[in-house]
């Protein structure tokens, strides 16, 4: 459905996307994973349209971004990073005013966005600058979602919504899914991962990985550890000094341990223990894609 | 088509929903006409003027209680030396002096001339212009009453036509009371429409750019000039109606003449309408927030106000400032109004406007659309 082939731009001295190629599947969740600053909303706007690419080629439901992109935009839903609609316009007129734009109606297209709509009807007559922030995303799904789009790019559409709307906002993609919708998302949160059916990591304009969520953990193959100590402060010292250490990262209130092959729990605690630490907790663990990606990053 | 159609009821809907901005887009070309034409008058009043009479006769006297019953003038009294006269000049609670020399009376009725001397304070300009020409004028009647009256006497009994002279009689065409209402409320009018052309216009489509929304129209079926054309229409019909506001006033409350023909009238006003979306379109094009617009739009708008001959006559500017006005729309324009509405004038007087404005029209929105069409 997507098809991305050796996609470059840079603005001046920056490359932002460089030399970038993967392909989407029809009716995929893709996963585009990346810090800030990656290159994710530039390929983005690549692909919408907003910007040309300086080589490379990219189709998107069989149109080129380039050659087709009129066509395209009849196709493609977009909601950008930032909330776009008007906000002294109501909530019921701004999507009806989307809906006219690509020449359809509410109506037309209800089924697509019921589910989401439902939870805005209430405020359907309330300016869209006056929604919290949760709202204003849903409203701005449904107007990417109004004229039934084949491919719906969303780019961070989780960024500064809190946990409980970022949960409901990944249901409600689980549930345009089985409407058949491709589905490219880019998140810079690692957790949000394992929603998407496949995953991208993308660093400082390149595509670092690109696999299934589980794939990409299995990809992890050092041995890894969770520990935690009294002096999580003092550990995370100790540890980066060990012989045995690769890298030690602060993962919420474990350290996450890389080691070199060979290191057993017994190893570590035998060092740790030497250096007066105590409570120690060592666990084997099996890698998430955060420390997939870390490690991958460290490569890069 | 259709979407440009909803476009402009979009823009209809969140200009309604703008109380403040659309009630100053109605209420301001009533107040600022009405404002301007009183407050930008040439008229010189109370102007200050002291006395310094070194003859202290009856003509002496007679030439002060000239300017002490005359509305312009403000009679600040009798000083008794010059000295004293020039410190108020220096205070400022004087703008003239008059000073009377000793045997005035004497010299007017032996050689049959004399001289007074007028000091005018220039520290504005035209005010000292004006404020010298009455008091000449008023000593020119003096003199007149002195000579008629003595015609009777004159030993060579010299033939009264002779003594008269010839008389210039001045007559004001188009503007007989030289009332500078009439003169400036036909330049107000179209001043108005560059401001809410222009700047309106500019600062409105860059605030789309700032919320975003501009690109996320981009990414919709909508064409570029579909959007441009959505965005400027209302504009124009709202300058519109501002127009027909504007002169409305200027009919009933300033009674200024309609000579010309209401219908050409209206045709150069959209024209220069578009014009000034047009402006606005181009300012927007290069600008990323409505900051920005703003500073451009207001250079912009100063130039062409202070230049346009609104307040000053653009024949009597220097050289280059007149080659600079030969690209100012609002010089064209004012022009037209003051023409067509106190003169009477037809399309065919005014071709040279006509066409230069529609050239001008023709440049900036293709500039503007060139310019949308690069970034885009």
Known sequence: MIHIQNIAK??????????????????????????????????????????LPDSGSATVAGRDVVQDFRALRQMVGYMPGRFSLYPDLSVEENLAFFATVFGTTIQENYELIRDIYVQLEPFKNRRAGALSGGMKQKLALCCALIHKPDV??????????????????????????KHGLTILVSTPYMDEAGQCDRIALMQNGQILAIDTPTGVENRFAKPLFAVRATNIYRLIQDLRQAPFTITCYAFGEFLHLTTQDGVSTGTIDTYLTERHHKQLEIKPIRAGIEDSFMDLMQHA | MNRIGFMIEKEFKQLFRNKVLWRMMLAAPVLQLILLA????????????????????????????????????????YRPATKLAYQELLAGTADVI?????????????????????????IDGTKAGIASVYAQTIIRSFNADIRTETIGTTPDGVAPERMAGLDVENQYWYNPRLEYKTFMVPGILFELLLLIGSMIAALNIVREKEIGTQEQLNVTPIRKHEFIIGKLTPFVLIGLIQFTLGLLVGRFVFRIPIEGSLL???????????????????????????????????????????????FSSTDDMPQWAQIINTLNPLKYIIEVGRNVLLKGSTLRDMQTQFFTLLAMTITLIGLASWRYKKVG
């Open chain 1, 152 to 177: 719906l790019f969303l780019d961070e559409p989780t960024t500064g919504v809190d946990a409980v709307s970022r949960k409901e906002f990944w249901e409600m993609l689980q549930s345009l899914k």
């Open chain 2, 98 to 122: 008059l000073v009377i020399p000793p045997h005035f009376e004497r010299n007017l009725t032996t050689e049959n001339r004399a001289d007074v001397q007028l000091l005018v304070s220039a």
């Open chain 1, 10 to 51: 840079a603005f001046g001295e920056i490359h932002a996307v460089q030399d970038v190629s993967f392909d989407v599947a029809r009716g995929e969740l893709f996963g585009l994973i990346g810090p800030d600053g990656a290159g994710k909303t530039t390929l983005f706007k690549i692909l919408v349209t907003l910007l």
């Open chain 2, 38 to 77: 009183n407050a930008a008058n040439f008229e010189v009043k109370n102007i200050n003027i002291v006395v310094v009479d070194q003859d202290h006769t009856t003509y002496a006297q007679r030439l002060t209680g000239k300017f002490r019953y005359i509305d312009n003038f403000n009679f600040r009294g």
């Open chain 2, 264 to 310: 050409l009238l209206y045709g150069f006003a959209f024209l220069f309408l578009l014009l000034c979306v047009g402006l606005g379109l181009l300012i927007s094009a290069v600008s990323n927030t409505q900051q920005q617009a703003m500073f451009v739009v207001f250079f912009c708008l100063v130039l062409f106000i202070l230049l346009s001959g609104l």
